[in-house]
């Protein structure tokens, strides 16, 4: 099977991710993809064939658009291997 072109993946932030690499040092089962997928969720994703990945939020209770400067963020989160 092809890998996906796009990835739609929740976006996890540093500590989030730090517990999934510790729940794995606790079992036993850490391993050099989870301590690369740690340090760079994109990178991990692009290695693997993907071309882009897009992180997703949670969205906010009342549904209200982000403010401005939320949203350029939002948009960062976007990645686009072809975009370098």
């Known amino acids: 099977m092809a890998p996906a072109k796009?990835?739609?993946v929740p976006y996890?932030?540093?500590?989030?991710r730090l517990l999934f690499v510790l729940s794995d040092f606790e079992q036993g089962t850490v391993?050099?993809?989870s301590l690369d997928y740690f340090e760079d969720p994109a990178g991990w994703w692009?290695?693997?064939g993907a071309e882009r990945?897009?992180?997703l939020q949670q969205g906010r209770p009342d549904?209200?658009?982000l403010p401005?400067?939320?949203n350029q963020m939002a948009q960062?989160?976007?990645l686009d291997a072809a975009a370098g």
């Open 12 to 16: 996890l932030d540093t500590i989030e």
């Open 53 to 55: 990945v897009i992180f």
């Open 31 to 33: 391993s050099r993809s």
């Open 63 to 65: 549904d209200a658009p």
């Open 6 to 8: 796009t990835v739609v």
């Open 76 to 78: 960062w989160m976007v």
């Open 46 to 48: 692009l290695s693997r």
């Open 68 to 70: 401005p400067a939320e």
